[in-house]
């Protein structure tokens, strides 16, 4: 069975300062990997995603994430936070064959103004 | 991206009330639907796999008898909260989706009373 770590709970940044959160699974077959945000009072949303190529993936509203096999590891990162990008950061992973997700714990991350 | 909607968002019941809550794909057909569970400050957790035509697969500690699921058509699965009491208020979330990604409703907040 698959497993995520995310080892940071909560997170707390001021604007403009760098992110990145760590994100680890256990898996021994081929999979895809995934980042969702989850703001306040909302759904989840698609941040970025990787299924294969450059294991280096630009998402949506300047995150990106880097998958390293040999660390089991897909970190997100930011250059440069706002305000507007609290909110809780899960990451995802399912294998190749199905389509279940497996989702860490999860970061809350507040972003001080 | 695709469209999943839940109906209904928000539902308050009584200690022992039977709760239905939808999740439909909108513009794609799902053969197989994912309903999780999120308690407050938590991750998803996996509660079920809903199939198209047959029997939901349960993930384990999830009772079957208590959390009745129906996906009758190709766009549309039901999960029937029966009995409901107040340890079951929880955030319910739906997804659907194929070739590796996922696709959320926005979730049913069930408040037992």
């Known amino acids: 069975a698959q497993s995520v770590s995310q080892h940071n709970h909560h997170v707390i940044l001021s604007e403009a300062a760098s992110l990145e959160l760590g994100c680890n699974y256990s898996y021994g077959g081929t999979v895809n990997l995934f980042w969702y945000v989850q703001y306040p009072g909302q759904h989840l949303q698609l941040l970025l995603k990787?299924?294969?190529?450059?294991?280096l993936v630009k998402g949506i509203k300047g995150f990106e994430a880097e998958f390293i096999k040999s660390k089991f590891s897909f970190n997100l990162r930011k250059p440069s936070v706002q305000w507007s990008d609290t909110a809780e950061y899960f990451c995802a992973v399912n294998d190749i064959a199905g389509n279940m997700l497996t989702f860490g714990g999860g970061t809350r991350l507040m972003v001080k103004p | 991206g695709a469209v999943v909607s839940q109906h209904p968002s928000w539902v308050i019941c009584k200690s022992g009330t039977s709760v239905k809550i939808e999740c439909r794909s909108l513009?794609?057909?799902?053969?197989?639907m994912f309903w999780y569970r999120q308690f407050p400050k938590q991750s998803l957790m996996l509660m079920a796999t809903s199939n198209e035509g047959s029997k939901a697969t349960y993930e384990q500690g999830v009772e079957k008898d208590k959390f009745l699921i129906n996906h009758a058509s190709l766009t549309l699965s039901t999960l029937t909260v029966t009995s409901a009491h107040p340890e079951d208020s929880s955030f319910y979330i739906c997804?659907?989706?194929?070739?590796?990604?996922?696709?959320f409703g926005p979730g049913t907040r069930l408040t037992v009373l």
């Open positions: 997804s659907a989706g194929g070739l590796g990604e996922q696709f």
């Open positions: 513009d794609f057909q799902a053969t197989t």
């Open positions: 990787y299924f294969s190529g450059d294991p």
